[in-house]
Structures are given as structure tokens and as C-alpha cells.
């Protein structure tokens, strides 16, 4: 069903809207894309990583004849160092291999360079490492435990950021409440697992010293600055390439000592050496995320409106800092969203990032969300059944249903459909006839659930927001350069980097509608930094809403310019042009001109404008928006097995509003994607740890990313709001999925509990974990 | 992730097969038949054997008959082999319904049921299925011919009791009884994972009784085995719920849990609880 | 380093001669040393079923097979789908049903799905899910996935009549 149009403003528009198929697919689907490891290299590179989670090293004992790059090799080279100027943020450095300490298993120490990828593996398995092991800190609770060893000397008892909020007057707010609920959540570690896993290929150009680095990265130029400045080097003496990247998810925002290593290698050895990563040491090694424990305590009056939020946030943020976004991208995000859609005017939060002798964490789809909504949805199911209430009417009773709203963090919350999507949700659902048949499974001896989750979902925010955290860096702009060339097809450079996304295609609808063209004349360029504008690149749910709307700034120049062109070819008025078909036409006559025409015009024949027109016809648009918040209602009904604590989950509905759809087949895509990573992180994925720093997930088979089988149908429901913070009316929605899904499967594997009196309030909720909490409610009650 | 160096050797008769083996095993020398198991782990190089014989141009290793009395499985026959039926006997219908559950379509295509065996993973479907049947071993080195009990086949975790010279050559697997009824049950976590726990059952009515119950457990200690607790609490009852429940109770009991980081002591007995119990319910169905 | 053996290699019909060792499986030699770099490479384990390549009609993971071991053999993969300029019906299917985000694990369900329908044309779509449950994908949540394979089926089963 695709919902009446909330406030459409019912502009004509031909292409935006549409689902029409994608412009990347044809060459994806024949084999004919160019993804990093399929470039050809002289010499390949084997990372030696450490075996130790904690420990310094004594020596490296290298096979003779071997070239085998340490830390010895690098001095030079600048440790990577992020920043944040806010929140007690202690900044430490990286090296880009381990300078006399290891701080977690996996830590690049050596880099083996051979003629193969073969062959420098078996020289890695010879290299000696003689590393003096000591006790490692794995878990965040017992790193900030008293008398633990410190990680970084510049950071005592292991805490790297912290962030502090109350609002005034909560304590008087807290001690009037009717109740207090509360929930002790735990997330456990993930990893963003892209099928193609990180991969580089620097080339040194002899003829300019150049070195051109190819890999998978969601931002291009951000690589580049980074790397320049590591290695003491000139940008421009760099060009990065993201070409066709296997998925990101987060993963591949941050930047890699890898990568740092692959260009210094390039310029030492003046030739073209590679890197691809295999699986096992993108499990162990890459960027890990969404290690938390979360308190959060609701204070409610007696209605069951929520009156203040409490909230104790202890983010495991590993080993070292990720660059750019640093390590306060999860607790921070948790501290500033934790309230999600609801009215609440008063909260206090403490937030810290831990420094741990594990994976770095970085950010990942949906970042901290997907944790905080589904601790903040349990509470309130939590709350609904302290209350004796329906799960919806607690939501009926708590979400923000006034625009714009101002929380209790400060956040601006553009308008949104928290109710309506949730009304939506409990209509298509039919709540009243799945209760029924829970009670009939019930009798027989069957346990189904039923769980909401309602969320919103901050997008598209530009540089004020990253500020707002204090970061050194605001990745918040985006410039788009939309040229038509003489021939008259038309070119737009985009500093965002797709890898997925079908921004290619959503972009040329955009430019399409604007140009009056069919969008498969535009090309939409990416992903080179000599050839795409300085941009940020693709990650937190906001290509379409900034590069799109950089993309609309600059296309509606370009018609501006051609208007004039026209006006000036047709001798027509300018109000009396319009843009279509490929052509400029005079409104009521039967004129025209082609915009081909049109641009080999102003072009080559420039003179006869008069000065009135610069030649040539290429514009540049920079956006930088506010943000704007998309929001969804997620429900999933489950079957839980009790004997085996095994979790299906048999319907899986989305109402979502993420303002104007352009494409509702690749938004529609976006979701699919989401909900699945966000089953995924409820009940499958877990990177796990042993008591030595060691990773007991490192393949597939342990560490397991749902398949077609463990995936319901998706049902999706749209309301279209029209953002009015975001030039092209569209939210972002690229996260949503991921954020709405553990929350809404974990309040229904606790509504199907429900008869045990058992809860679970960690994320996998595995089988073991479901039957270990089935167990303890049968000994509390025998008890 | 790629394999450590070995060379190569490709026998085309059963004969240079074992000779082959015979000289090379002391040298860190393997078999490669599918390779669907033994590949993987030589990609994380836990195995970097120095000599690999590959076995799939071997004539005659492609056997699978049946004498009347067994089932002969050669070296080189795939799982998908068994996709469709592979004898005139409920064997086949077993046999059919157990292949499905091994890991999944492509890696069917290519890995074989003596590979299985031999790698000897506790989770592996076919060990399980040979431990309950009673099939018996063909080992064949360049010493001779010996012959295996599947009780004393399965030696550990990835361990059995051939010697480094012998093949597994082939496999004879009982035919069952024209009335025999089976069931089979296995839980895992995503569709096509290895097992954390699983069952298979065989037996006869007669007199509307249970008779030789067979109840094997798979997944939940080092090798799979049949159980002896759960085939005598079945035997000489009707079958049904109460005699379902008491054989799969005596079989959680009496199993020597692994445990992982997913599967505890105390889930593991649950699970093999459970598959006991349905893999009976199956044979119902 | 050990030895390298000469072996030629038909992969769409086109022999390529190379050398590779006894180690070097299909899945870097048709990318590596015949060029082929439509297959892709995901896990080396033989889980995510990215490098998925038809083998003598049987849809195998190519990380799992050494090159030498498919000498001989006919070796098809997502390369060698189209006809000409003409996309294989499940080649569009993928594309009309936005079946492919980064397009990274596509060739291998593709070949998957080709294989598997070539061989079981009549195949149940429960069955059909339990083939798609062979290969991961990260981006689509597999839904288009199964939508596009299915419709495909249809149109290669009607092609085949």
C-alpha cells in the first residue's frame, strides 16, 4: 500500500517519485564492475598480527631476504590521532603498526611485502614474534573497575570521552514520579561485515611522483587528507579512488592504517602494491561496534506519561580512537538521541567510551540507535506492564505528536508521524486478531509475540551537528557540479560516495526533473578526488538528503542558465520557457530548441550572448542542511520455541515516513537491507571474546549474518511529510531498518515470554540466552 | 587466507591411489575429495598438509550400489548424490531426507559422504547417520583391506581410526527392514549450519511395540554415537509421547556435553532433548 | 613457492592457458590469472558463496576447488550469461526487481540461481529458498533476492517449453 501523501504539495514532478530501475545495475549484473581487488599489483602485502591482546614486544624476527615493513621502518610517519574538543576527550594515537605495544589480537605489527598474495603469506608465517603477553581488559565493566591497568597513559581508568547531562530542575521532576522502570540492557559486539571485505591498491606514477590509492571507503577525500597529512605529504601529490565498494555499512568510513601503510609503501618502493583484506581478519581486525551496556530508568507519572529519562551509558570503544568520527560516535550519539520520539522534558545521562584491549569501534549502521531504541522500546513495554496498559497506548500516551519539537538535549525534530505510523502499524498488523491467535497457540502449547518499536531517526545533518560534539572535523557539507557538455549530455561530480545506495540513479531523477531530460543521460560521477568536487562521502543516512540537495542547488543554476540561453536562441521571454523532453520550448507555440543545441550554444558559439552569459554551462551547488528526522513504527510477531529457545520471526511489518521518496523502489531496498542487519544484531550476530583478548567468531560460521532462510517478508508502509529541512522535501532513511528491528523482535520474544515470566534484555538474544532466562524464571518460581 | 603450498598428486586407479598414500602419509600427505571441509581449513591454515592426493579421477570410487543386504558408498560420491532416492529401501527415503540438511546446495555438489566420514566433524550428518546405522568401514591401504564398525570408527573430535596409509575406500550401509520407521531432527541457529545438536532414530514395530530401536546423537559429544539408555527405554514400548519423552530424557542424560561459546553443558543436554524427541515425533510423520 | 603447473582453463567457452601452483584455487585463478574478475571473493571459506561459478552445469563455490582441479572442465560465470547485448532472464529479473544493492555478492546468485534452475527447473519455492540460503548478502535483506530468482524461474521455465 503506498499511503495518501501527507502535506504533498503535489508538484508535478516525472522523474523524482518513480521507481524506475537502476542506472549502476547493468554493469553489476554482468560482471563488468570494478571493485578494488580486481586491480592487477607488483607487489602484494600480508599484515603480521598480534596473537596478544595485551602485551609489549620484545623483538621481530623477520626470514632473511625478506622485506618486512615494523614500526622501526616508520618513523616519519604521524600516529593517527582523532580529535574531539569536547567531553573530557583524551586524544591517543595510533600507530600504523604496533610501535613496541599490542593492544588488542589483530593489530597490524609487521607488513610482509611479496610478489603474491600466496607467497607474502608464507613469509608472514614465519616472521617470530616475541611479544611478553600481559593480562588483557576485554570487557568495558572491568576496565573501569578500580585498579586496572591503563591502555594509554594519557587516559586514566580507561575512560576516553565522557559526557555529562542533566536538564534543571530534574531532580524535582525524578522524586514526584508514581513510578520508576528501569532496564538493564546489554548489546553485544558486532561487526558491519560487508561482503566485500576492505581492500587497497596504491600505484606510484614515475613521471609526476603521484601515488593514486584505490580502496574501499566510504570517504574519498577524507582518505586523502588523512594519509597526506600522516605521511607529511602533499594532497594533491594524492588522488584516492573509491570505485564500485562492496558495501559499507560504517565500516568503511574510517580510516585504515592499512591503507596509511599501502601509499607509504608505494613511495618507498616508487611501484604499485596491494592489499586485500581476507574475511578472518576483517572479523578480528577492521572495526567492531555496538559493545554497550545501557541502564535507563523512566520516571512516569500516574497516567504512564513519561516524566525524565536516567540513563548510564558504558561504550566499549576498544583499543585505539576511529578517525574521523572518533570513539564518542557511540556514546555521545546515545547520550544526545536516547529520548528518540518521545516527550520527555527532563533527563540526565552519563556517557562513557572505555578503552578495552579489543577491536576498535567505529561506527556502524545506525551507530548507538539501534541499542538506545531498543532499551528505551523495552522500557517502555516495561513500563506498559507495570502499568497494566497496552504496549501501543503507552506509545499513544509518550510520543511527540507537536512540530517542531525542541527536546529535552536541545534536537530540533522537524515535522514527523510518530502517532500516525504507529496507527498505521496497528491497523495493517491487526492487533486484536494476532491476540487472538496467541492465546489459541498459547493453549496448544505454541508461544508467539508481538512487538512495536517506534523510533526517530536523525538524517542529513550538516556540519552544525558534528560541531555540536565538538569534532575537529564536520564531515556535514556536500558539493555537487552539474555540467551539461556540448554534446548536451549532462555530467554531475558529487563529493558524496555511493556504494549501494543507487545514488547514481536517485540523483539523475533529481537532475532530470530539473532539466526537463530522461535521467539516463546523466551521468553521476563519484568516488575520484581528482575528479569529484572535496565532499564527505556516504555514510549516517545522508546522500540523498545533502548531496541531493546540493544536487537540486546546483541543477536548478543550470536550468536558470538555460532558461536564459533559450530565451536568448528562442527570442522568447523567459517566463515563457519550459524545460522538457530534452528540450527548451515556448509555452503555447510550437518553438524549440534542444538543450544539445542548446549547449554547444553557449559552448562555441559564445559571442553571440552578447557578455550577457559566461560560456559554458556547468554549476556548483554546497549544501549543508540541519537535519531532518525520518521516523518509523517496526512490528515483529515471532514464534519462540521454548525447548530450544530458538526465535523465528514469522511477520515483519515497517511504517515509515521518510519524507519525500524519490525512488520508492530503492528506498523500499534500503529498509529490506536494514531490517535484516537489525535481525541480524537481535538474534544472530556476535562477535565474541575469551578471557584472553582472543576472537572465537573469526569465520562465518561462528560470526553469522542472517541468510534468505532466517529472514521474514518484509510488509512496508509509507507516509510521505514533506521535510521542511531538506531543499528536496526527503529524509534520509538508510539506517532506519537497522535502528527499528532489535528493538521491535525483543519486545516480542518478551510478549511471547510473557506466560514463563521470563525476560531477556540482551542483543543476540540467542537461543542460550533465551533458555538460560527460561531456566532462572522456573527457579525464581520453584524458588 | 590461502592455502600453504603441497603438491599434487592425481591417481587414476585405486591401486596408485594407495600407493601413493602409503608413500606420502609419513610426509604429511592427505586425500582430497570434495574438499568441501578440508579446503576451508587449509585456507585458515590449520591444515597445511605438503601432499594432497586428489582422488577424483580415481575409476571405481564412484560406486553406489546395493548387494540386497547394504548400501556401497564410494570414496568419490557426492551428497548430492542422495538428493533423489538411491535404492529400493526406506534407506533411500533416509538417506534422502538427511542429505538435505548437509550444509547447503553448492557445497552438496562437491563434497562426498566417505569425505565426511573421514573428516569426522561431531556435527556431521553422515557420521551420524553411519554411528546409528551400524555401517561399516572399508579401509584400504596398500597392506590390505580392513574393515570398520562404525562404533569404532569415530575417534574424537575430527579424529577416527583409520591409519595415515588407509582410504576410506567405501561404506556399507545396512539396508533397513521393509517396515522400518526413521526420524531425524537437528538444530541449528541460521538454515545450513553445522548442527549444535542432532538426532537420528530407526525402528520396527512389531505387535505395535517398539523393536530395534536405533538412537543416534550427533553434535553433542566429540563423536556421534548411538545411545543405548534411550534405545532401551524405547524398546517393547508402543510408540508414542511417553516413550518419545522417556528415550529422549535418558539420552540428554546420558551424553558428555561439548560446550562452545554458544552451547553450554546445560543447553547442549536441552537440545539433545529436544531432537531426540522430534527426530521420534518424525517418525511418525 | 612450489612448482607451477601449466593447465588451460574454459571458462565461457574461451580456453585460457596459464600456469598457476597446486594451491592457487579456481576462484583467484579465473580472477587472477584468466582475467575474469566478474566473480568475486567474499569469505575463502566457503560460506558466503560470493565466488559461486558453475562448474560442468553444477553451481559450486570456486574458493573450494583448486584450479587445477577443473581442467577440462566447462566453467561458466556471470560473464558469460549474457547473450550478446541480451541480459539472461535472471540477469533482468536482478535489475526489474532491484535484486543488487552494491552488486557485490551478485554474480555468485546469480550463478547459484542459474545453476540450480537449469538443473531443477520445477523447483518448489520452499526449495528455492533453502538454494538462496547458500549465499549471503548484506545490502538487500534478500527479499528482492527471492523475488527476482522467482520470477526468472517463471521466465526460464516458459523459455524452456
Not at chain 1, 503535489?10 to 537502476?22: C, N, P, T, Y
Not at chain 1, 567531553?87 to 583524551?90: I, T
Not at chain 1, 561487526?191 to 576492505?198: K, L, Q
Not at chain 2, 521393509?178 to 538454515?191: C, L, P, T, V, W
Given at each position: 500500500?503506498?499511503?495518501?501523501?501527507?502535506?504533498?504539495?503535489?508538484?508535478?514532478?516525472?522523474?523524482?517519485?518513480?521507481?524506475?530501475?537502476?542506472?549502476?545495475d547493468p554493469a553489476l549484473v554482468t560482471g563488468q564492475g570494478h571493485f578494488t581487488a580486481d586491480l592487477p599489483a607488483t607487489h602484494w602485502v600480508r599484515f603480521v598480527r598480534s596473537p596478544n591482546a595485551a602485551g609489549t614486544i620484545n623483538s621481530i624476527k623477520t626470514p632473511d631476504g625478506a622485506l618486512v615493513i615494523t614500526a622501526a621502518d616508520l618513523t616519519a610517519v604521524k600516529k593517527i590521532t582523532p580529535m574531539l574538543h569536547k567531553?573530557?576527550?583524551?586524544p591517543v594515537g595510533q600507530p600504523v603498526l604496533a610501535d613496541g605495544v599490542v593492544r588488542f589480537v589483530g593489530e597490524a605489527v609487521a607488513a610482509v611485502v611479496a610478489s603474491s598474495e600466496e607467497e607474502a603469506e608464507d613469509i608472514a608465517d614465519l616472521v617470530e614474534l616475541d611479544i611478553s603477553a600481559s593480562a588483557p581488559l576485554v570487557d568495558a565493566r572491568d576496565a573501569l573497575a578500580s585498579g586496572a591497568p591503563q591502555i594509554h597513559t594519557g587516559a586514566p581508568g580507561n575512560v576516553i570521552v565522557k559526557g555529562e547531562v542533566k536538564t534543571a530542575g530534574f531532580d524535582d521532576v525524578w522524586a514526584s514520579a508514581a513510578k520508576i522502570i528501569k532496564i538493564d540492557a546489554r548489546s553485544h559486539?558486532?561487526?558491519?561485515?560487508?561482503?566485500?571485505?576492505?581492500?587497497?591498491h596504491a600505484a606510484y606514477d614515475k613521471t609526476n611522483g603521484r601515488v593514486t590509492l584505490t580502496c574501499t571507503t566510504q570517504m574519498p577525500h577524507l582518505m586523502r587528507t588523512a594519509i597526506a597529512d600522516l605521511l607529511g605529504m602533499r594532497e594533491s601529490d594524492l588522488r584516492v579512488i573509491a570505485p564500485d565498494v562492496g558495501g559499507g555499512f560504517g565500516q568503511k568510513m574510517s580510516l585504515c592504517t592499512e591503507y596509511v601503510l599501502l601509499v607509504w609503501l608505494a613511495r618507498k618502493l616508487k611501484s604499485t602494491v596491494a592489499w586485500t583484506e581476507d574475511r578472518r581478519e576483517n572479523l578480528i581486525a577492521s572495526f567492531h561496534s555496538r559493545d554497550q551496556y545501557v541502564t535507563l530508568e523512566g520516571a512516569f507519572d500516574k497516567d504512564a506519561k513519561l516524566l525524565a529519562l536516567r540513563a548510564d551509558v558504558v561504550s566499549n570503544v576498544g583499543a585505539y580512537s576511529c578517525f574521523p568520527t572518533t570513539c564518542g560516535v557511540e556514546p555521545l550519539m546515545a547520550m544526545a538521541e536516547m529520548p528518540g520520539p518521545y516527550d520527555v522534558r527532563q533527563y540526565q545521562c552519563l556517557a562513557r567510551g572505555v578503552l578495552t584491549n579489543t577491536c576498535t569501534m567505529a561506527a556502524y549502521r545506525g551507530v548507538s540507535r539501534p541499542i538506545i531504541t531498543f532499551t528505551l522500546e523495552r522500557l517502555m513495554d516495561k513500563a506498559a506492564k507495570a502499568f497494566a496498559l497496552d504496549p501501543v497506548d503507552i506509545r499513544r500516551r509518550n510520543l511527540i505528536g507537536t512540530f517542531p519539537y525542541t527536546s529535552a538535549t536541545g534536537l530540533i525534530y522537524d515535522e514527523a508521524t510518530y502517532k500516525e505510523t504507529l496507527e498505521m502499524a496497528v491497523h495493517e498488523i491487526d492487533v486484536p486478531a494476532f491476540r487472538a491467535r496467541q492465546k489459541e497457540a498459547r493453549a496448544k502449547g505454541r508461544y508467539l509475540g508481538i512487538g512495536f518499536a517506534t523510533f526517530s531517526e536523525r538524517t542529513g545533518y550538516g556540519s552544525p551537528a558534528f560541531a555540536a560534539r565538538g569534532m575537529a572535523i564536520t564531515p556535514g557539507w556536500e558539493t555537487v557540479h552539474v555540467s551539461v557538455d556540448p554534446s548536451g549530455y549532462v555530467e554531475a561530480r558529487i563529493g558524496a560516495s555511493p556504494h549501494g545506495q543507487g545514488l547514481r540513479t536517485t540523483l539523475a531523477q533529481i537532475i532530470a526533473d530539473e532539466l526537463g531530460i530522461p535521467p539516463d543521460l546523466v551521468k553521476v560521477v563519484h568516488g575520484d578526488t581528482d575528479t569529484a568536487p572535496y565532499g564527505w562521502g556516504t555514510f549516517a543516512s545522508r546522500s540523498l538528503v545533502i548531496s541531493g540537495g546540493a544536487t537540486l542547488i546546483a541543477a536548478r543554476k543550470v536550468r536558470a542558465k538555460l532558461i536564459k540561453i533559450a530565451s536568448h536562441m528562442l527570442e522568447a521571454a523567459e517566463n515563457d520557457i519550459v524545460l522538457e523532453d530534452g528540450h527548451a520550448k515556448v509555452a503555447g507555440t510550437d518553438r524549440s530548441i534542444t538543450i544539445a543545441s542548446m549547449a554547444r550554444e553557449i559552448y562555441t558559439q559564445t559571442h553571440r550572448f552578447k557578455g550577457e552569459l559566461e560560456p559554458g554551462l556547468s554549476e556548483s551547488g554546497t549544501y549543508d542542511p540541519p537535519g531532518t528526522f525520518s521516523n518509523a513504527c517496526h512490528v515483529a510477531i515471532v514464534e519462540l520455541d521454548p525447548e530450544t529457545g530458538f526465535v523465528k520471526v514469522e511477520r515483519y511489518l515497517v511504517a515509515e515516513d521518510a519524507g519525500r521518496i524519490i525512488n520508492p523502489m530503492i528506498a523500499d531496498g534500503q529498509v529490506h537491507g536494514g531490517v535484516a542487519q537489525g535481525i541480524g544484531n537481535a538474534l544472530l550476530e556476535e562477535i565474541v571474546y575469551d578471557g584472553d583478548g582472543g576472537i572465537l567468531t573469526a569465520n562465518l560460521a561462528d560470526y553469522m549474518p542472517p541468510t534468505a532462510h532466517e529472514m521474514?517478508?518484509?510488509?512496508?508502509?509509507?507516509?510521505?511529510?514533506?521535510?521542511?529541512?531538506?531543499?528536496?522535501?526527503?529524509?534520509?532513511?538508510?539506517?532506519?531498518?537497522?535502528?527499528?528491528?532489535p528493538a521491535a523482535v525483543l519486545n516480542a520474544i518478551n510478549d511471547a515470554l510473557t506466560p514463563f515470566n521470563a525476560e531477556i534484555d540482551t542483543i543476540p538474544a540467542t537461543p542460550q540466552r533465551i533458555r538460560a532466562a527460561l531456566r532462572e524464571a522456573t527457579t525464581k518460581k520453584s524458588a | 587466507m590461502k592455502p600453504a603450498p603441497f603438491v599434487r598428486h592425481v591417481p587414476r586407479t585405486l591401486q596408485q591411489a594407495l600407493a601413493m598414500l602409503s608413500q606420502l602419509a609419513g610426509q604429511d600427505g592427505r586425500i582430497l575429495a570434495g574438499g568441501q571441509s578440508l579446503v576451508p581449513i587449509m585456507a585458515f591454515r590449520l591444515a597445511k598438509p605438503a601432499h594432497l592426493i586428489d582422488i577424483n579421477e580415481v575409476e571405481g570410487l564412484d560406486r553406489l550400489d546395493s548387494d540386497g543386504k547394504a548400501l556401497t558408498i564410494g570414496a568419490r560420491v557426492r551428497h548430492a548424490a542422495f538428493h533423489g532416492p538411491v535404492v529400493d529401501n526406506p534407506l533411500a527415503a533416509l538417506l534422502t531426507y538427511v542429505a538435505r540438511h548437509i550444509a547447503h546446495y553448492p557445497i552438496r555438489m562437491r563434497g562426498t559422504f566417505c569425505g565426511s566420514l573421514a573428516h569426522a566433524d561431531p556435527a556431521s550428518e553422515w557420521c551420524l547417520t553411519t554411528a546409528t546405522l551400524g555401517a561399516t568401514m572399508i579401509a584400504r591401504s596398500t597392506r590390505g583391506t580392513r574393515e570398520i564398525a562404525a562404533k569404532d570408527f569415530f575417534d574424537g573430535i575430527m579424529s577416527t581410526a583409520l591409519a595415515e596409509d588407509e582410504l576410506l575406500a567405501e561404506v556399507r550401509l545396512?539396508?533397513?527392514?521393509?517396515?522400518?520407521?526413521?526420524?531425524?531432527?537437528?538444530?541449528?541457529?541460521?538454515?545450513?549450519?553445522f548442527a549444535m545438536a542432532s538426532s537420528l532414530v530407526a525402528y520396527r514395530v512389531v505387535d505395535s511395540k517398539i523393536a530395534e530401536a536405533r538412537v543416534g546423537v550427533g553434535g553433542a559429544e566429540p563423536s556421534p554415537r548411538r545411545i543405548a539408555e534411550a534405545e532401551a527405554a524405547l524398546n517393547g514400548q508402543p510408540p508414542g509421547d511417553a516413550a518419545f519423552r522417556a528415550a529422549a530424557l535418558a539420552a540428554s542424560d546420558a551424553v558428555d556435553p561439548l560446550e562452545d561459546h554458544q552451547t553450554n553443558a546445560e543447553y547442549r543436554r536441552d537440545l539433545v532433548r529436544v531432537v531426540v524427541r522430534r527426530a521420534l515425533e518424525h517418525s511418525l510423520q | 613457492m612450489t612448482e607451477k603447473i601449466a593447465l588451460t582453463l574454459t571458462i565461457n567457452g574461451h580456453a585460457h592457458a596459464i600456469a598457476v601452483e597446486a594451491r592457487r584455487t579456481l576462484a583467484d585463478a579465473i580472477r587472477e590469472d584468466c582475467g575474469q574478475t566478474g566473480t568475486h571473493i567474499g569469505c575463502e571459506h566457503g560460506i558466503c558463496g560470493a565466488c559461486t561459478v558453475i562448474v560442468n552445469g553444477e553451481p559450486v563455490r570456486s574458493c573450494l576447488m583448486f584450479?587445477?582441479?577443473?581442467?577440462?572442465?566447462?566453467?561458466?560465470?556471470?560473464?558469460?550469461?549474457?547473450?550478446?547485448?541480451?541480459?539472461?532472464?535472471?540477469?533482468?529479473?536482478?535489475?526489474?526487481?532491484?535484486?543488487?544493492?552494491c552488486g557485490f555478492c551478485t554474480p555468485g546468485f546469480l550463478m547459484l540461481a542459474v545453476g540450480v534452475l537449469e538443473r531443477e527447473p520445477d523447483i518448489s519455492d520452499g526449495d528455492l529458498l533453502d538454494v538462496l540460503s547458500s549465499n549471503l548478502c548484506r545490502c538487500t535483506g534478500y527479499q528482492n533476492i527471492i523475488k527476482a530468482v522467482r520470477a526468472a524461474a517463471a521466465e526460464m521455465r516458459k523459455r524452456c517449453v
Open positions: 500500500m503506498n499511503a495518501p501523501t501527507k502535506g504533498s504539495r503535489g508538484d508535478a514532478l516525472k522523474w523524482v517519485g518513480r521507481a524506475i530501475r537502476r542506472l549502476e567531553f573530557e576527550y583524551k559486539r558486532q561487526n558491519a561485515t560487508p561482503m566485500e571485505a576492505r581492500a587497497a521474514p517478508h518484509v510488509e512496508l508502509h509509507h507516509i510521505e511529510t514533506p521535510s521542511t529541512q531538506s531543499i528536496t522535501k526527503a529524509k534520509g532513511l538508510g539506517e532506519g531498518g537497522t535502528i527499528g528491528a | 545396512p539396508l533397513l527392514a521393509a517396515d522400518a520407521k526413521f526420524g531425524f531432527n537437528e538444530f541449528s541457529r541460521r538454515a545450513g549450519d | 584450479a587445477v582441479q577443473a581442467e577440462g572442465k566447462k566453467i561458466r560465470t556471470v560473464e558469460g550469461l549474457a547473450d550478446g547485448d541480451t541480459l539472461h532472464a535472471m540477469q533482468q529479473a536482478f535489475m526489474d526487481h532491484h535484486g543488487l544493492q
